[in-house]
C-alpha cells in the first residue's frame, strides 16, 4: 500500500460505540508511520468533543471548519438537526472540505455519525461520500450483547453499497461482557483484518 494518499473512514454499529476513540488511536498510528495525517468530523450533532479531539490528534494548524464543516447543538440525528435549523447538509460542501484536508496531508482519517446508515440530508448518507472520496471503511464493533447481528449486517450494507470494508475494531465498552467468542465469530465471518492493536487501553 502507498503510505501516502490515504483516505480512511472510520463507522460504527451504533452511535456511542467509541468511534472518536478509534479514530484518535488510529490517527496516532499513522502519524507514527511518519505520515502527516488529518482527521476530520464532517457532521457533530451535540455538545460534544469529538472534533477537538481529532484536530488535536492530528497536531496539525488547520482550520476548524475544515475539520467540521456541520456542527449541530441538538444530540440528534444530523439531518433531522440541519432540518430544525432550517438547513440542508450538502455533500458537495463535506467533500471540497476533504480535498483541502487531503491536499494538506499524506493521510485523512474521517469519522461519521451515528452508524452507516444515518441519512446526511434527505436522499444521501455517508455511503454518498465514501464513495466519492474513495475512502477505505473501518467498522468498530461496541463489543456487547447483539454486536455479533449488528456487525454483521453493518458489514454486509457497507459491501452491498459498493465500499471497501478494510478491517474492523472490536472496542469493549461494556466492562461486563465477555466479547473473546464474540470477536471470534464476527471474524469468521468478515475475514477482514481485525484492528487489535488500537483497543489496548
Not at 120 to 125: F, K, L, R
Not at 147 to 176: F, K, M, S, Y
Request: aromatic fraction near 6%.
Amino acid at each position: 500500500m502507498n503510505k501516502k494518499n490515504q483516505t480512511w473512514f472510520i463507522t460504527g454499529t451504533d452511535t456511542g460505540i467509541g468511534k472518536t476513540w478509534c479514530s484518535v488511536a488510529f490517527i496516532k498510528q499513522l502519524k507514527q508511520q511518519g505520515l502527516r495525517v488529518a482527521g476530520m468530523k464532517p457532521i457533530a450533532s451535540g455538545k460534544n468533543s469529538d472534533a477537538e479531539q481529532i484536530l488535536a490528534a492530528s497536531g496539525l494548524d488547520l482550520p476548524y471548519d475544515l475539520i467540521n464543516p456541520y456542527a449541530f447543538e441538538p444530540a440528534i440525528a444530523p439531518h433531522i438537526a440541519a432540518q430544525q435549523l432550517g438547513q440542508t447538509i450538502e455533500l458537495k460542501v463535506l467533500i471540497e472540505k476533504y480535498k483541502q484536508l487531503a491536499a494538506l496531508a499524506d493521510a485523512v482519517v474521517i469519522e461519521g455519525a451515528g452508524g452507516w446508515r444515518v441519512p446526511i440530508n434527505a436522499s444521501q448518507s455517508f455511503k454518498d461520500m465514501v464513495l466519492a472520496i474513495n475512502a477505505k471503511v473501518i467498522l468498530v464493533v461496541g463489543l456487547r450483547l447483539g454486536c455479533i447481528n449488528h456487525a454483521l449486517l453493518t458489514a454486509e450494507a457497507i459491501q452491498r453499497d459498493g465500499c471497501t470494508l478494510a478491517a474492523w475494531i472490536a472496542n469493549p465498552i461494556d466492562p461486563e461482557f465477555d466479547g473473546k467468542a464474540s470477536i471470534e465469530t464476527i471474524s469468521s465471518y468478515l475475514g477482514k483484518p481485525l484492528t487489535l492493536d488500537l483497543i489496548s487501553r
